[in-house]
């Protein structure tokens, strides 16, 4: 699958540089520049010692051998060929280098994707205080942090044409690559429809040329493709994937295999909610959908400057979904689906706040959708705002994507909360095994038309999987609530222990960990015995029933009490 795929990027790359030589930015109105004061910046050449945001006197331009990642190499020349040609714009301080861009590549886009999330890409704010930040002065980590089944939420590095770059696993810990979920140049849209790249973009070697990196690293630390900088053959990669330049210089190297890059940070990084922070984060317009079972990308172009149409399809028949963005954010879709049903929906743009990198909400938590049948009963069928497919329904598969919003982590339009804590805040001991252990009060907005049900779990996972902790099912439509260690709501299933009842948070490891409730909003009652409604039971009952949900996320410490 890799030599295939390579083999049509170097055709495609050829394309690409053709493209950023011979057009200029005016040539793609998506490619606007962020901001008046970010143009005034990218018209300072970045070479200029008096450009606008340049280093103090005691952070000088060209690092020392002591400060710098890679001899004779400074951060600013690497980014230089996309910020001439206005795709980005940067600038430093005392401690950052600083990116600012709209998150969209001057490539061809989600061609070739086989597992379809529904999303597609658009323009992102990365501007402002919301810009990428890579430390000027990278320190070495005592003890390197892994990336293997960590930092699965949000991106690990940023590729110089201003794309950040995730973790090569998703956040269920799969191959992305390797199930189909990107496009011919490793990218694909989180749930925000910003688009984001899963392992390292070698086409970029071409286009920045001899001895420059194609990405940096979030700990500071330059990445390069196949070859040394120098052009010489690459030589042995350490456990991070990188080597010393014997200058006193430290790379790392991207590959066309697992781990593609970054098999652990030889930096040190700070880590929150599981990813590398601070991270700028990404802001959707619409709520995001769920996978289209058997739909593969066909097509993507551009019908007018500001509106792209994508194609797929499903079972040998096409649909497409149309899209013009307005210089305000907002933005029209048109749907089309297999069957021809023709449907469309506008959505005004959201002030900037919650999510991460790669949008408001995570992408489904599930492993790649079932091939289904076509279009028609029980086949896939995208509306404009949910379709109805319901491949285990959602997010619950693993765990949250690197772009939670607060209170908003649905494929629907479920928002779901509760009086005891705010989304993303600390659960108090009370709901824990440090305290009472009864369980938290939970309550949610209803949902659409046609809802017959609701069910709840309560989850985590784990480096050794998902773990259960509360099951509820069977909730009448007209019940948006259950309160504070409320039992006869529903019908209670099995935890993780295989009782029917709320286990308390009792974490047995260090450290602060999220947890997740997840509550869907279904066409029916789910049909599952009262003795085997486990989480994995009832989300194989729910399969093709959910019509939306939503889930809130909080964190729990041992011995923290708040």
């Known amino acids: 699958m890799i030599r295939a795929r390579s083999l049509r990027m170097v055709v495609a790359v050829a394309i690409v540089a053709t493209t950023l030589v011979a057009q200029p930015a005016a040539a793609h ?18 070479a200029d010692p008096d450009r606008a945001g340049r280093a103090s006197a005691d952070a000088p331009f060209i690092l020392t051998a002591a400060r710098r990642p890679t001899a004779g190499v400074d951060i600013a020349d690497a980014f230089a060929a996309h910020e001439k040609l206005g795709r980005i714009s940067t600038r430093r301080d005392d401690r950052w280098f600083l990116v600012e861009s709209d998150g969209m590549p001057d490539h061809p886009l989600m061609v070739g994707i086989r597992t379809w999330q529904q999303q597609v890409p658009l323009p992102q704010k990365y501007t402002g205080d919301n810009a990428w930040r890579i430390p000027l002065r990278p320190v070495p980590a005592k003890e390197p942090a892994s990336t293997k089944n960590r930092f699965l939420r949000g991106a690990i590095a940023l590729a110089v044409n201003g794309i950040p770059i995730f973790n090569p696993l998703n956040n269920r810990g799969e191959d992305a690559l390797a199930i189909g979920e990107l496009d011919d140049y490793g990218g694909h849209c989180g749930r925000a429809d910003d688009y984001h790249y899963h392992v390292a973009p070698l086409h970029l070697e071409k286009i920045v040329g001899k001895g420059m990196p194609i990405a940096y690293a979030l700990d500071g630390y330059p990445v390069y493709g196949s070859t040394e900088p120098d052009g010489s053959p690459m030589k042995p ?26 098999g652990a940070f030889h930096g040190e990084v700070t880590e929150r909610e599981g990813q590398v922070d601070p991270q700028p984060r990404a802001q959707p317009v619409r709520p995001a959908l769920p996978p289209l079972r058997g739909a593969t990308i066909v097509g993507f172009e551009a019908t007018a400057p500001d509106t792209r149409k994508l194609v797929y399809e499903v079972s040998g028949r096409k649909g497409s979904v149309e899209y013009t963005v307005a210089g305000d954010g907002s933005a029209q879709f048109t749907f089309i689906d297999p069957s021809g049903r023709r449907t469309t929906e506008s959505y005004a743009s959201r002030p900037r706040g919650g999510g991460g990198p790669g949008g408001g909400a995570p992408r489904p938590e599930r492993g790649p959708p079932r091939p289904g049948p076509g279009p028609g009963p029980g086949g896939p069928r995208p509306g404009p705002g949910q379709p109805r497919q319901g491949d285990r329904a959602s997010m619950e598969r693993n765990g949250p994507d690197a772009n939670a919003e607060s209170a908003r982590l649905a494929s629907g339009s479920i928002a779901v909360s509760s009086p005891a804590f705010a989304p993303g805040g600390a659960l108090p001991a009370k709901y824990s095994c440090d305290g009472e252990g009864i369980s938290p009060p939970v309550a949610w907005q209803p949902g659409p038309t046609g809802t017959q049900s609701y069910a709840l779990t309560l989850w985590h996972r784990s480096p050794d999987g998902v773990k259960s902790y509360w099951v509820v099912y069977d909730i009448p439509a007209d019940v948006t609530q259950i309160p504070e260690g409320a039992r006869s709501v529903g019908r209670t299933g099995l935890n993780g222990k295989r009782r029917a009842e709320y286990d308390p948070m009792c974490s047995k490891g260090p450290g602060v960990k999220d947890y997740h409730v997840t509550v869907y909003a279904l066409s029916g009652r789910p049909q599952v015995a009262a003795g085997e409604a486990t989480r994995e039971a009832l989300l194989e009952a729910i399969d093709g029933l959910a019509l939306a949900e939503g889930t809130l996320t909080f964190s729990f410490e041992r011995g923290a009490r708040p």
């Not at 994937?241 to 590959?255: F, I, Q, S």
């Open 237 to 262: 990669l350490d456990a991070c994937g990188g080597h010393e330049d014997g200058t006193g210089g430290y790379h790392y190297h991207a590959l066309e295999k697992y781990p593609y890059l970054i």
């Open 29 to 46: 109105p998506w490619h606007r520049h962020p901001g008046d004061e970010a143009g005034r910046r990218a018209d300072a050449s970045p």
